[in-house]
């Protein structure tokens, strides 16, 4: 799941368990199909350079959904639009890779061939060789373009803004199918109305020649995900899916979601702020935070086992339900800084109440490398810096009790 | 007996009753007729007690809004009365009040609007925007009127030297806390809160909601709080309020209406809340309603609800038009068999996942 740096490995002994590739990877017998490292994409806007995402790694793994989560600023949508090359300007991708690798490590096409064993042993270096680098592709290139829609399709917040009100729904369905596959327009339509079904739209026949103001903003989103599915998608990119719809209709194009990807064994990058969405249906959890990756974990985990301090004032901020009437939340103290005015060290100290001063307002925290492939950017979890600080500061005990977990 | 009569024990702040506001729907052309109308609140009653905070939760399309607008007189209702009680023992009605008397009520009644982002003029500096409806009002002006933008900022948790910055300067919950400064300006008694926390982040939204609670008190203000999301409804309010196709469907108390909802609808609206813990997946019995939401203009016969309800009875409820009683003290229902379903609410298996 993880793309383990190398030169951390010997901080994983400090765990009590070899964290070594081979190992790590062997949980995971196929490849990723995307792992993303150190992406960095900035806005160049007159006031200087906003660095959006800053240096963010993460993996999704095939057939496995991935939750992006963090509040407005942090660059979990600028991560999804620079997968699929569709940054806009002043933006642009200035360093870091996005390999993308369809086929390798599941040969589930073509019978036969798949040979776990020997895609264990792969070490991750290797696996440049046949992906392909996406952040090295011209974003307006042939190349990029017969990916994008097709074997990486996306998904957006605004389903109404997103399909065009002077185009029937068939028209737009069989513009993209057509556009990626060979077909004729009866077949396409065949095929659009066939998809229309599978997305839960009740007469699916007479919705085709609907325009999308005819419909409700549920059912247009629906039409967006035949849309996106139409091609058959290795990677479904999901931003905000379902944050401008009502909670009845929430909960059904989450179910959707999942059930396509049940079936089709495809993998999402499911961009959200909702933690509730997340529990509902994240495999793993990269929490983002002002464009860096500051945890990234299971499910099960990050809601159970929060680690870095952000993620914890994240899921005690937000209310939960049935605990009675009127109960306080508690709240994170601060705000998210504004891009340009980024805090020096991690970006999050301001606000954390663990923050050790020295360290977290000067160096950038290191990213630490926690059994289960977990991965958190804080100093707490790094022993030898927080030891060092300790012994200039004494009061810092806060800190010990993350450490010893 | 409705709920806008039940309580004698005490005179409610506000008093809606029987409420419609229909908009016309115009053929084409240029002298159009009337063909319909579209029911946005079809049948209203409901009363605000003072001190409390009432949610009003349903859908988008329920009318819950066009509500708060007619109650604080943006909109005047087609038909029913807005009853505020403008001082012990006297009651104005807000339907049928002249414009002169409408607009001295508005300074009691006020409304937090939604996007923080909208909703501020860019043009003007936060001192206008905040001291606005008191200059609009030529209530004060020169150094009293700034004196009275600062105390308002301040209350609000803003720095009174933000008063000659434009909105964009600002992040969302600034423009929010702004936006309550503007509400509160003129010392409301009455404040509608219209999704006021929806668009924000999520630390920030906990900042707002607090922040609101704590002016409540301070100010002993009465809130109608209108919102989509039951998680947070639950964290201020007292009393909810269902609307479902304009009209009220269930009404209680918060604690009784979250543990033990009486309509089908309620129950529906509690279980599409997604929990914030993985190990609730598929918790709450999973109801899903379809996304086809029935047309305001022409709402079907007997229970509202009914083509979407997973309980509805294909004769009764098809054709016998329901009325919202009180089943228990303080509870009230509109299904025809709120007595003898079993519904499921939230609480009792969040204990079981934390334990």
């Given at each position: 799941?993880?793309?383990?740096?190398?030169?951390?490995?010997?901080?994983?002994?400090?765990?009590?368990?070899?964290?070594?590739?081979?190992?790590?990877?062997?949980?995971?017998?196929?490849?990723?199909?995307?792992?993303?490292?150190?992406?960095?994409?900035?806005?160049?806007?007159?006031?200087?350079?906003?660095?959006?995402?800053?240096?963010?790694?993460?993996?999704?793994?095939?057939?496995?959904?991935?939750?992006?989560?963090?509040?407005?600023?942090?660059?979990?949508?600028?991560?999804?639009?620079?997968?699929?090359?569709?940054?806009?300007?002043?933006?642009?991708?200035?360093?870091?890779?996005?390999?993308?690798?369809?086929?390798?490590?599941?040969?589930?096409?073509?019978?036969?061939?798949?040979?776990?064993?020997?895609?264990?042993?792969?070490?991750?270096?290797?696996?440049?060789?046949?992906?392909?680098?996406?952040?090295?592709?011209?974003?307006?290139?042939?190349?990029?373009?017969?990916?994008?829609?097709?074997?990486?399709?996306?998904?957006?917040?605004?389903?109404?803004?997103?399909?065009?009100?002077?185009?029937?729904?068939?028209?737009?369905?069989?513009?993209?199918?057509?556009?990626?596959?060979?077909?004729?327009?009866?077949?396409?339509?065949?095929?659009?109305?066939?998809?229309?079904?599978?997305?839960?739209?009740?007469?699916?026949?007479?919705?085709?020649?609907?325009?999308?103001?005819?419909?409700?903003?549920?059912?247009?989103?629906?039409?967006?995900?035949?849309?996106?599915?139409?091609?058959?998608?290795?990677?479904?990119?999901?931003?905000?899916?379902?944050?401008?719809?009502?909670?009845?209709?929430?909960?059904?194009?989450?179910?959707?979601?999942?059930?396509?990807?049940?079936?089709?064994?495809?993998?999402?990058?499911?961009?959200?702020?909702?933690?509730?969405?997340?529990?509902?249906?994240?495999?793993?959890?990269?929490?983002?935070?002002?464009?860096?990756?500051?945890?990234?974990?299971?499910?099960?985990?990050?809601?159970?086992?929060?680690?870095?301090?952000?993620?914890?004032?994240?899921?005690?901020?937000?209310?939960?339900?049935?605990?009675?009437?009127?109960?306080?939340?508690?709240?994170?103290?601060?705000?998210?800084?504004?891009?340009?005015?980024?805090?020096?060290?991690?970006?999050?100290?301001?606000?954390?109440?663990?923050?050790?001063?020295?360290?977290?307002?000067?160096?950038?925290?290191?990213?630490?490398?926690?059994?289960?492939?977990?991965?958190?950017?804080?100093?707490?979890?790094?022993?030898?810096?927080?030891?060092?600080?300790?012994?200039?500061?004494?009061?810092?005990?806060?800190?010990?009790?993350?450490?010893?977990? | 007996?409705?709920?806008?009569?039940?309580?004698?024990?005490?005179?409610?702040?506000?008093?809606?009753?029987?409420?419609?506001?229909?908009?016309?729907?115009?053929?084409?052309?240029?002298?159009?007729?009337?063909?319909?109308?579209?029911?946005?609140?079809?049948?209203?009653d409901l009363s605000v007690r003072p001190g409390e905070v009432l949610g009003l939760v349903g859908e988008s399309g329920c009318g819950k809004s066009t509500l708060g607008?007619?109650?604080?007189?943006?909109?005047?209702?087609?038909?029913?009365?807005?009853?505020?009680?403008?001082?012990?023992?006297?009651?104005?009605?807000?339907?049928?009040?002249?414009?002169?008397?409408?607009?001295?009520?508005?300074?009691?009644?006020?409304?937090?609007?939604?996007?923080?982002?909208?909703s501020l003029n860019p043009r003007m500096t936060v001192a206008q925007i905040v001291g606005d409806p008191l200059a609009s009002r030529h209530l004060a002006r020169g150094?009293?009127?700034?004196?009275?933008?600062?105390?308002?900022?301040?209350?609000?948790?803003?720095?009174?030297?933000?008063?000659?910055?434009?909105?964009?300067?600002?992040?969302?919950?600034?423009?929010?806390?702004?936006?309550?400064?503007?509400?509160?300006?003129?010392?409301?008694?009455?404040?509608?809160?219209?999704?006021?926390?929806?668009?924000?982040?999520?630390?920030?939204?906990?900042?707002?909601?607090?922040?609101?609670?704590?002016?409540?008190?301070?100010?002993?203000?009465?809130?109608?709080?209108?919102?989509?999301?039951?998680?947070?409804?639950?964290?201020?309010?007292?009393?909810?309020?269902?609307?479902?196709?304009?009209?009220?469907?269930?009404?209680?108390?918060?604690?009784?209406?979250?543990?033990?909802?009486?309509?089908?609808?309620?129950?529906?609206?509690?279980?599409?809340?997604?929990?914030?813990?993985?190990?609730?997946?598929?918790?709450?019995?999973?109801?899903?309603?379809?996304?086809?939401?029935?047309?305001?203009?022409?709402?079907?016969?007997?229970?509202?609800?009914?083509?979407?309800?997973?309980?509805?009875?294909?004769?009764?409820?098809?054709?016998?038009?329901?009325?919202?009683?009180?089943?228990?003290?303080?509870?009230?229902?509109?299904?025809?068999?709120?007595?003898?379903?079993?519904?499921?609410?939230?609480?009792?298996?969040?204990?079981?996942?934390?334990?």
């Open positions: 799941m993880i793309d383990t740096a190398a030169p951390r490995h010997e901080k994983n002994e400090v765990f009590g368990k070899d964290m070594g590739m081979d190992e790590s990877v062997a949980s995971d017998e196929r490849r990723p199909l995307l792992r993303i490292e150190s992406l960095k994409t900035h806005f160049f806007v007159d006031d200087g350079p906003v660095r959006a995402v800053d240096g963010v790694t993460l993996t999704v793994p095939r057939g496995k959904t991935v939750c992006i989560v963090g509040e407005s600023g942090c660059g979990k949508s600028i991560t999804g639009r620079s997968v699929m090359g569709l940054v806009e300007h002043p933006g642009r991708v200035v360093d870091g890779h996005i390999w993308w690798s369809p086929a390798d490590g599941d040969q589930r096409s073509s019978a036969g061939g798949r040979n776990p064993l020997r895609r264990s042993r792969r070490h991750a270096a290797d696996s440049d060789q046949d992906a392909v680098d996406l952040a090295a592709l011209d974003p307006r290139g042939e190349a990029l373009r017969r990916i994008r829609g097709n074997e990486i399709s996306m998904v957006f917040q605004e389903p109404m803004a997103s399909l065009s009100p002077m185009y029937t729904i068939a028209e737009q369905l069989i513009e993209t199918i057509r556009l990626h596959r060979r077909m004729s327009k009866r077949d396409a339509y065949r095929l659009g109305v066939e998809l229309l079904t599978r997305v839960g739209i009740p007469r699916a026949e007479q919705r085709m020649n609907a325009y999308s103001f005819q419909l409700s903003g549920g059912m247009c989103q629906r039409v967006m995900i035949a849309i996106a599915i139409a091609c058959g998608p290795k990677l479904l990119i999901a931003d905000e899916p379902t944050t401008a719809l009502d909670v009845t209709t929430q909960a059904r194009i989450i179910d959707l979601l999942a059930e396509i990807q049940a079936e089709t064994d495809m993998s999402m990058m499911f961009i959200t702020h909702d933690l509730g969405v997340v529990a509902q249906i994240a495999d793993e959890v990269v929490v983002m935070y002002l464009g860096t990756v500051v945890e990234q974990g299971s499910v099960e985990e990050i809601f159970h086992d929060p680690k870095h301090p952000y993620t914890r004032a994240l899921l005690a901020s937000i209310p939960k339900m049935g605990v009675g009437a009127r109960k306080r939340p508690e709240t994170i103290r601060g705000q998210v800084p504004h891009p340009l005015n980024r805090p020096a060290g991690c970006p999050f100290h301001p606000r954390c109440d663990q923050a050790i001063a020295g360290v977290c307002d000067t160096s950038e925290p290191p990213t630490v490398e926690l059994p289960n492939g977990r991965r958190v950017r804080c100093v707490l979890y790094d022993r030898e810096l927080v030891t060092t600080a300790a012994k200039g500061d004494q009061a810092v005990e806060a800190t010990s009790g993350g450490t010893d977990e | 007996m409705s709920e806008a009569e039940s309580t004698p024990d005490e005179e409610p702040l506000i008093r809606v009753s029987g409420l419609h506001m229909d908009y016309p729907i115009r053929g084409r052309g240029l002298f159009s007729r009337t063909t319909g109308a579209v029911h946005a609140v079809n049948g209203v607008r007619c109650i604080v007189g943006d909109e005047r209702a087609t038909a029913g009365h807005v009853y505020y009680q403008e001082s012990p023992g006297h009651v104005a009605d807000l339907v049928t009040a002249g414009k002169e008397d409408l607009r001295r009520y508005q300074r009691d009644i006020r409304v937090i609007f939604q996007d923080p982002f909208s150094s009293e009127l700034e004196d009275r933008v600062a105390e308002a900022l301040r209350r609000v948790g803003l720095s009174p030297t933000y008063m000659r910055r434009f909105p964009h300067a600002f992040s969302g919950g600034e423009r929010q806390r702004i936006n309550i400064a503007r509400a509160l300006i003129l010392n409301p008694r009455f404040v509608i809160a219209d999704e006021a926390v929806s668009a924000l982040d999520v630390s920030v939204r906990a900042q707002i909601i607090n922040l609101l609670r704590d002016l409540q008190e301070e100010l002993s203000l009465t809130y109608l709080f209108i919102s989509h999301d039951l998680s947070v409804v639950e964290s201020i309010c007292d009393r909810v309020a269902v609307m479902y196709l304009g009209k009220i469907v269930e009404l209680a108390d918060t604690e009784e209406i979250y543990a033990e909802p009486k309509h089908p609808y309620t129950e529906a609206l509690l279980s599409a809340v997604p929990r914030p813990d993985p190990r609730l997946r598929g918790a709450g019995g999973r109801i899903r309603l379809s996304d086809e939401f029935p047309d305001p203009s022409d709402p079907p016969a007997g229970c509202f609800f009914h083509t979407r309800c997973p309980y509805a009875d294909p004769e009764r409820c098809s054709a016998d038009p329901t009325v919202l009683r009180e089943l228990t003290p303080k509870h009230w229902s509109d299904c025809h068999y709120s007595e003898t379903l079993t519904l499921a609410g939230v609480g009792a298996e969040q204990e079981v996942a934390a334990s």
